[in-house]
Every structure is written in structure tokens, then in C-alpha cells.
């Protein structure tokens, strides 16, 4: 096989495998952009819940109306 002809093979080779990582680049980072908002969301609640006693504002009569 000529070297023009390796050279060309490689180039498909490397384009194909560039379009592919793309791809999978691409895909990982929309699931993560629309999972993220919901992941954050749920830890700040956690973390909001677990502040609540803790804080000097917080007074056990309080809890009902929370």
C-alpha cells in the first residue's frame, strides 16, 4: 500500500474518530446539563432542611408553620 494511501486511511480513521467523540461529548454534556438542575435542586433542599435547626433564627414553635 502506497504511503498516500496510509496517510489518506489514517486521516478517515482520526475524522471518524473525532465525529464519534464529538457525539459522545456532546450527548454526556446535554444529560448532564438537563440532569444538573434537578440533582442541585434536590441537594439544596436536603441541605435547607438540615440548616433550619441549626440556624439561631430557628425556635421549636416555629416548625408548624414551616
Same mark, same amino acid.
Given at each position: 500500500?502506497?504511503?498516500?494511501?496510509?496517510?489518506?486511511?489514517?486521516?478517515?480513521?482520526?475524522?471518524?474518530?473525532?465525529?464519534? *467523540?464529538?457525539?459522545?461529548?456532546?450527548?454526556?454534556? =446535554?444529560?448532564?446539563?438537563?440532569?444538573?438542575?434537578? =440533582?442541585?435542586?434536590?441537594?439544596?433542599?436536603?441541605?435547607?432542611?438540615?440548616?433550619?435547626?441549626?440556624?439561631?433564627?430557628?425556635?421549636?414553635?416555629?416548625?408548624?408553620? *414551616?
Amino acid at each position: 500500500m502506497p504511503s498516500e494511501d496510509l496517510v489518506r486511511e489514517i486521516n478517515e480513521i482520526g475524522e471518524q474518530l473525532s465525529k464519534t *467523540l464529538k457525539r459522545t461529548f456532546d450527548d454526556i454534556s =446535554k444529560e448532564a446539563t438537563t440532569s444538573l438542575p434537578q =440533582k442541585v435542586s434536590k441537594k439544596l433542599k436536603a441541605a435547607d432542611v438540615l440548616m433550619i435547626p441549626n440556624g439561631p433564627w430557628f425556635e421549636p414553635k416555629d416548625l408548624k408553620t *414551616l
